[in-house]
């Protein structure tokens, strides 16, 4: 396939590496380590990040300057689906979400101090970070209408707001929050991106939000959480006042393509499994599921669907490293609700191939499709990544408005 003839001498030394790695030390113990309370996981996971920070793989596509490996987007998309089929691999590698893209996000606007302060520590997996932007009482997919402020009084910001899905809120060491500094400006330039230590006094966690039954903690939990009258300084504004939606697609470009290329080690996990369990479970004397052409058409179409995905995955990976972000706009917003789809159809016919077992706890599978149902809705749902494509679309042909 394609994908053999654009690896280039970097990834061909590397995936090899780190294939054994995950297939020794992650993946037979993922399922019960996902049971497990967070903070109970924390130091079994933290003694594999430092085998993974000893072997050299520590933050794949980061600057070395800060320990990253500099591997390139595209690069990046080969090792992201090998770590990506574990829900804690990225988090081994350190280039999980929300951390990633904060990171991303300093590194491109930070000031010197918020580099040495913020970047340096999450960087090196000594602390974690969120990002709170979404609000219970706005829709988050149209977030110029937000109703946390940040006011400047001499040289603070006050901040109060409502802001909830804030995911790995509980034991961070800061969030980046967005709020409206300027109520009266463009709707585009209404809000700021302002750093907030989490132990900032009046800043609360209501709750972690129970998802599809489960309540999770640390990394693996969204919260709700609280600004009253939170105060932090001015130096903590991140890049410019008004800057905020400009910084948010900074952050969220990337973002989207590392989701896509982690649902690939996903969808190809479950590939794996669907295929396993269809050669060994007999439905007859001498005959398994794998004889029943029903079950061969799910593999068949799971095959095809994946491969599709990781082709556009990688292609977008390749234009985005040569071209840039910009460029890349369409091909982004195609991959985010293709990619997700893709991913969300594969689970649901791995879990229907293993029957009443698929929908226990006894297999990754049920967590995957718990976990990842919000896969069509973070990053942009759906909907909004393809209206804004067809929108795109439509501009060419010169149909201006919808
Ligand atoms: C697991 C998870 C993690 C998240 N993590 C974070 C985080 O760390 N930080 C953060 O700030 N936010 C986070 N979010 C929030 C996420 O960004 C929002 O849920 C998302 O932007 C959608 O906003 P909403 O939930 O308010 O839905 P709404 O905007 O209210 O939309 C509801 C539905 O309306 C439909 N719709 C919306 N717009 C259109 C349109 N243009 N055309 C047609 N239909 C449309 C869609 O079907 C959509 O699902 C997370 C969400 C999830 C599920």
Redesign the pocket.
Known sequence: MLTELIKTERVKQLLPEIKAFMAEEVFPYDLAWSKMPFFQLESTLNALREKVRAKGWWLPNFDPHYGGQGLNLLEHAFIAEAIGGSPFGYYLFNCQA?DIGNMELLHIAGTPAQCEIYLKPLSEGKIRS?????EPEF????PVRMGTLAVKEGDEYIINGH?W???AFDGSAFTIVMAVTDPTAAPHQRASMVIVPTDTPGLKMVRNLPIMGHTGEGWVS?SEIRFENVRVPASNLLGREGQGFALAQVRLGPGRIHHCMRWMGICERAFDLMCRYAAQREIEDGRTLGDLQMVQQMIAESRAEIDAAKLMTLSTALLIEKAGQKAAAEDVSSIKFFTAKILNQVLDRAIQVHGGLGITDDTILALFYREER?AR????????HK?SLARKILKRYAVSKG
């Open positions: 929300p969120c990002f709170a932007m979404t829709a988050g997919s149209n802001k899905f804030t995911t969204h919000a809705i973070y990053d942009g749902t759906d909907e909004t209206a």
